[in-house]
């Protein structure tokens, strides 16, 4: 097999051709006929590639997967269009659709004319499409442009192109090993998303039952809170709890037993005399007694 990163190349190319086409519009598959799908295959691949470094045929020099499969009457004819489009490079601004065009034209030419030269150019050109999977690339870009109308074009002229030319009919099983590949890759993809739509309904669920103990456990704490005092108006402040300070229970409170405790203890003793009722006649302070 040639160098990936040049297989890759080749690839891109046909990719891109199929969705500008779909972008566009234009639908250039739709109803051409087998000998037409093979130009614009070639120019779809090798153009871009070509168009991607200087000199009259640079990108020749370095495509291994032409040395690979041995496509030596393709080689030539690609190094001729090359020189043709650079040629004419000041006319047209866009290189690489100059050699698009430059390299259907040219293999068209040569389909056209038929005999020996026709055939060893088509069996060339269907060994490098084997080797680059013409077939499964342009089905695998018509599914990326989720163009349904693209899709079955692409499959019509894969279908003619291997009916007509024997040795072009590989094409259409590798269009059916990357329809398998791609409903096997989707089939994949879905039950990664079933398991992951499982693991986030477990996952909030989970979630929702923390907070729920959350918001138990933050109640909890509000009723263990004790309920701050209110501020005295008046007063002092009891340091015990249902209890009014001294002051708040009696006229006067504990300053006026206070004043009391320290007034003098004479005028209250002579005034407690002064008010003793006097003794009565005859009594002496001790009697004798009765036997």
Do not use: K
């Not at 614009?40 to 200087?54: E, H, I, Q, R």
């Amino acid at each position: 097999m040639g160098d990936f990163e040049e297989v890759e190349r080749l690839q891109a190319g046909i990719r891109t051709w199929l969705l500008r086409t779909a972008r566009s519009g234009r639908h250039e598959l739709r109803g051409i006929s087998a000998p037409a799908v093979l130009p614009m295959l070639c120019a779809a691949a090798f153009g871009p590639a070509l168009a991607d470094a200087d000199g009259p045929a640079p990108g020749l020099a370095r495509m291994g997967v032409l040395d690979s499969v041995g496509a030596d009457v393709l080689a030539l004819l690609l190094e001729g269009a090359c020189s043709r489009a650079r040629s004419a490079s000041a006319d047209a601004p866009d290189l690489t659709r100059s050699l698009e065009a430059e390299i259907s034209c040219s293999v068209r030419e040569v389909l056209d004319a038929g005999g020996p030269g026709a055939g060893e150019l088509r069996s060339d050109i269907a060994m490098v499409m084997r080797e680059i999977d013409a077939g499964g690339t342009a089905f695998r870009a018509a599914i990326e442009a989720g163009d349904e109308e693209l899709e079955r074009e692409v499959l019509a002229a894969l279908e003619s192109l291997g009916a007509e030319f024997g040795d072009m009919a590989f094409m259409l099983s590798d269009l059916a090993r990357a329809a398998g590949e791609i409903q096997d890759s989707l089939g994949g993809q879905d039950v990664e998303l079933r398991a992951a739509r499982e693991r986030a309904v477990r996952q909030s669920a989970d979630v929702r039952m923390i907070r729920e103990e959350l918001a138990v456990i933050e109640q909890r704490a509000d009723e263990w809170q004790p309920e701050p005092a209110e501020p005295s108006a008046s007063g002092p402040r009891c340091p015990y709890r249902g209890l009014l300070p001294d002051d708040q229970h009696q006229p006067g409170g504990s300053s006026r037993l206070t004043e009391r405790r320290n007034e003098p203890s004479g005028p209250r003793s002579s005034t407690r005399s002064a008010r003793r009722p006097p003794a009565r006649p005859g009594r002496g302070a001790s009697r004798r007694p009765r036997w």
